[in-house]
Structure formats: C-alpha cells, structure tokens
C-alpha cells in the first residue's frame, strides 16, 4: 500500500494487473502553533472521557486527563475555557465533569475551576469573567440532547443553539478530541472556525507513521468490546496487505471462533450474537482466507470461585462460562510475535484489566511491547482508553512508543477511514 500526504481519501486502482489499494492522507488543518493565542480566550474540546470506578465515585488513572495537563502547558498565557465528555446518557459511568477538573488540578498549575452549565446564563457570565492563565470546565456537554445526535451536514450543526452561544465569545475554537474523532457530532464538528490543538497534532504524526512507511512484521493486538468494528479494521489491514499478524483476543476472538464453528459457550456467544448473525458468511471467507495470519487463542481464563482457571478451546462448551482473558498457552504465543515485530497496534485490553483476576495478559503483552520497544526499537501503539489506562495502571506509559488517546478514531484512521474531525479540521480552517 502506498501512502500520499496531504490528501486524505481512499480508492482502488490497478498495478501490473493486480489490485491494490491507495490510502491518501489529509492532516491538513491549521494547527494551534500557526496562530498567535497570548491573552486570547480559547475554547478547547478535548477527550477526557475516563474509565469511572463507579462503587468509589473516583477517576482511574487517565491518560487523557493527563495529555490535557499537558497541552495546557501551551496556554499558560490565555483565558481556557474546556468542553468534554463523559459516557453517554443511560450508562452507569455517566457522569457530571466536576471530578474531571478536580483530577485535572493534579495536572497542571494553571487555576481550575467547574461550572455545572454548559451555554447557560451561569456559564456564559463564568466565560465572561474568567481571566488570563485561568481554566474554567464546563458541565458534560452530552447533558445536553443533541450532543448525541450526529450531523453528516456540519452546517446543520453549526446553527445549533449551544455553537450560535458560545462561538462568539472566543477568539479560537481549538480542536483536540481525538478520541471522539470518529463522531459527527455538534461540539467536535460544528464550530465555525476551528483549529488542531497539541494533543491532535501528537496524534496526526503517530498515525502518519503508522500510515505511511510502517517496518515489517506488523502486529495488531485486538481486544476488548466492538467486535464486528475490530473485525472489520483487521480485515481492511490484511486484504491491504498492512498486517502480518492479528492476535486476536476479547469479544472479537469469540466472533471470529463462534463464526467458525467453535462453541465457546452460551455466555459468551450471547455478547456477540447480533454481530454473528449478520456477518457470518464474510467472518468465515475472511478467516480462511487469511487464517494464517488471524492468531486465534489456543486457550481462555475463567473465574472459577474467585480462582483464575485456565480452559481449553475445545473445553470451554463443558464451562460455559464468560471468558475474562486469554490463557497461559496463549500469552506465550501472542508475547512472542509481538517480541518479534517492528510494528505493533493495540486496541483493547486482551482481557477484563479492571479485574485483578482478569488483568494476567495486559500486564504481559504490556510487558512485550515495552520489551519490544527497547529491544528492537519497534514501533508500538497502545490506541484507546482502556488499554491506556492499563498500562499507567501498570507503570509502562512511558515504555512504548506512544499511546492515542482513541481507540475507535485510530482504528477508523488506519482503516482509511476520512472520520468526521479530520474533514471538519480541513473544511473549516481559520
């Protein structure tokens, strides 16, 4: 596959007869560097969706609260204003954004302070007021309903109550949620004018190289939920000829094994039942197609009263129980691979990380892309919150190469995808 900067589209052509792909690349955007920013008042919508310990009310470790930290080491000399997320409406991890800025305080020097509002009278007299080298972050903005709609046309959003608010009360609308880069929605695409920020710029580079010449074996390590999602990334990355490896684990391994014939058990199935249903038949052409380069686990883990149990594959019918990691046998095969690539992407912990019982194969294959990063200067990626979150919690951040702050942005990326912020960033330049 041939990568092009400075376009970003994706298309078939032919070469000596046989097909092939192009991905054209467009990261062109203006970025918060290319601006002059002292004294002015900002709006930054960043991505500080964090993974909630719902029984004790408190933030886990957050990369993404951490990388904002960090970006406002930038601003230092401007009036911040922050717009973010968390969860969405009907789940447990829901919540207002006020622990969010008092985690934030941890992060930065500049003064941090919360309004429960959004684009109400409250929050428009605190954006007001609010002074040089000061944050103010404002409520979760998915409180209010449209943020949960998505707008294919950017203009629609555009005319929306909260933009026509809060737009005319900055100088700069600064973009920097790469995590919810792959959704269309008011406060990521609907601004009027709207620049990158650092977290954005950090992210572009890391995907550019992973893009554009990345060094063979590649390995993509596949975890975690959305499955046909996962699914359907690995496949664009074979039939490219961009994945030497998918070491697959989490739901999408019980897809892609359920799809082919291997029960692994009621509970298990039920999680991934209406993604078998309507793709099947393309799982099954695609895993013998390329069963060579799918690593399907040799064995799982099971919560056997409080006890991790180790089953086989051709036992986990007998069990029928949920499976929260991979196995021993496993573990071994897939640290292995990634000890041996030059490339590798994570996207999604191989297991429940968040449950001691479950968090063996995290904290190993962790272990072989920081041992891979030192041993054979590969490239390693760790995409998304969970798996990020992971490795702060085990003390690896800074043993590999690099971790996004979105799982589901990078791999629409890496699939060729042209996602919503990356077309708003280009369309809608200052």
Known sequence: MKVIRNIYSYCNIYLNQKKSHVIIIMFDYVSYKDVELKEKKILIRPDINSNIDIENNRIRESPRIQALGKALEDFKECAVVVMAHQSRPG????????????????????????????????AIKAIKDLKIGEVLVLENVRMWEPENKTYDDFSEAEKLEMIQALAPLFDYIIADAFGAAHRAQPSI???????????????????????????????ML????????????MKFNLENDRLDYALCAGLTAVLIMEAIGINTGEPNKKAIQKDLAKAKDNIIETYQKFKDNIILPKDLTINDNGTRQ??????????????????????????????????????GPPGIFEEEIFRKATKELALAMANSTKQNNALTVIGGGEFGTAAEMLGLANEVSFISTGGGAMLEILSGKDVPLVKALRERKP
């Open 91 to 122: 789940e447990k991890d829901f919540t207002s954004l006020e622990m969010h800025a008092e985690e934030l305080k941890k992060y930065t020097n500049m003064n941090v302070e919360f309004v429960d509002d959004i684009f109400g009278e409250k």
């Open 222 to 233: 596949i975890g975690g939920a959305k499955a046909i999602d996962k699914f359907n990334a």
């Open 310 to 347: 180790n089953v086989e594959i051709d036992e986990l019918e007998k069990y029928n129980a949920v499976t929260g990691d991979i196995g021993e046998k496993t573990i071994k095969e897939f640290s292995s691979i990634i000890n041996k690539s030059k490339t590798i992407v994570a996207n």
């Open 189 to 219: 695409i609907g601004w009027p004018k709207m620049i990158g920020g650092p977290t954005i710029q950090e992210e572009f580079d890391y995907m550019t190289k992973l893009l554009e010449t990345p060094e063979k074996p590649i390995a």
